[in-house]
């Protein structure tokens, strides 16, 4: 069965709950998405919470033996429960493929030691999402917003279109820069006519208009992004140190933009002085002493980030 992204989120959350102590983590998964699928969560929930009870009563029936007092009744209270383990799963079993229930039927169902065994070893993996939902339960109220697709989607959509407008706008800012610039200072270039220098600060700061419109809906759609999407930051360090990278720079980008809001009133409020032209472009060119190159450096790693998507937390089959 095809395991669903949420489903595999949850089975990496269940992963670092329980330290790698997970050990059937294709068929776990194959139960919680054929909860998922049809609206079974109620079921799973009572299957997690009986299987819990299977695992725990085995530990407890091995260490005390079956010479010790009380053990019979734990067996029976213990095949009791495995018995409801079964029927919880044989439920969720009725709309899977025909390959999935004779897969189960084969290894946990069968009426053998090593089915019995395997069936104990599938209770402590499920009793591992019964300590998992006892975990997110105080903030199991925010998780529609996680689990829909819609609302994240549509948020990386206009981060990827925000980044090309405004990464593409400072390219072209730069280009215009270098028509401008002396190479290597911060002087204009003395060779280009008065026409030709007023039309590239029109360029400049018309560019900056796309520039500011795409950093904000950067800002704004990644901020979304981050909170309405199943990727958890503790779960994709690559996210959470993409993250930290654009947020960090707000601060430089905020200054810089400031100078280029002036730059945009005085161009476009008619009647603009070249002189303030020329003044605005060149604090703008040297703001902060080059902070907004490091930003742009930066700006690439996310994107170096989001392609290989290092420190990306994956539970170990078999662990």
Same mark, same amino acid.
């Given at each position: 069965? /095809? ?9 990496? &959350? ?8 997970? =050990?059937?983590?294709? &068929? ?17 929930? &009572?299957?997690?919470? /009986? ?29 009791? #429960? ?17 390959? &999935? ?19 104990? #070893? ?11 939902? @006892? ?29 090309? @407008? ?14 401008? @610039? $002396? ?6 270039? =003395? ?31 990644? #901020? ?45 409020? +008619?009647?603009? $002085? ?12 040297? #703001? ?26 994956? +539970?170990?089959?078999?662990?």
């Amino acid at each position: 069965m /095809h395991i669903s992204y949420p489903v595999r989120s949850i089975i990496e &959350d269940i992963q670092l709950l329980s330290g790698g102590k997970l =050990t059937l983590q294709p &068929d776990l998964g194959t139960l919680l998405e054929l909860a998922r699928q049809g609206s079974g969560q109620s079921l799973m929930e &009572d299957l997690s919470f /009986h299987a819990k009870f299977v695992a725990s009563t085995a530990r407890m029936m091995n260490r005390i033996g079956p010479d010790a007092e009380g053990y019979a009744k734990l067996s029976t209270e213990f095949q009791a #429960a495995v018995e409801r383990v079964q029927t919880a799963i044989r439920v969720l079993l009725q709309d899977s493929e025909d390959e &999935d229930r004779l897969h189960f039927e084969r290894t946990y169902f069968a009426l053998t030691p090593a089915s019995l065994q395997a069936l104990v #070893a599938l209770c402590y993996d499920l009793g591992w999402y019964k300590n998992y939902l @006892l975990e997110q339960a105080p903030s199991r109220t925010t998780s529609p917003a996680r689990q829909s697709g819609l609302a994240w989607r549509l948020a990386l959509v206009v981060v990827i279109l925000g980044a090309v @407008l405004w990464i593409g706008a400072l390219h072209v800012r730069a280009l215009i820069g270098n028509e401008l @610039l $002396d190479v290597g200072t911060l002087t204009v270039n =003395t060779t280009v006519s008065p026409a030709a220098e007023r039309m590239l600060y029109r360029l400049f700061a018309g560019t900056g208009i796309l520039m500011i419109t795409g950093y904000v809906a950067v800002l704004i759609a990644g #901020a979304v992004f981050l909170v309405c999407s199943p990727y958890r930051l503790r779960q994709h360090g690559w996210l959470m140190m993409s993250a930290i990278l654009l947020y960090l720079f707000v601060p430089v980008e905020g200054y810089a933009m400031i100078l280029d809001a002036r730059m945009i009133l005085v161009e476009f409020s +008619g009647g603009a $002085d070249p002189a303030m032209l020329r003044e605005l472009f060149q604090a703008r060119v040297g #703001a902060l002493a080059g902070a907004p190159f490091v930003a742009l450096l930066c700006y690439y790693t996310i994107v170096v980030l989001a392609v290989f998507q290092p420190l990306r937390l994956i +539970g170990k089959p078999g662990a």
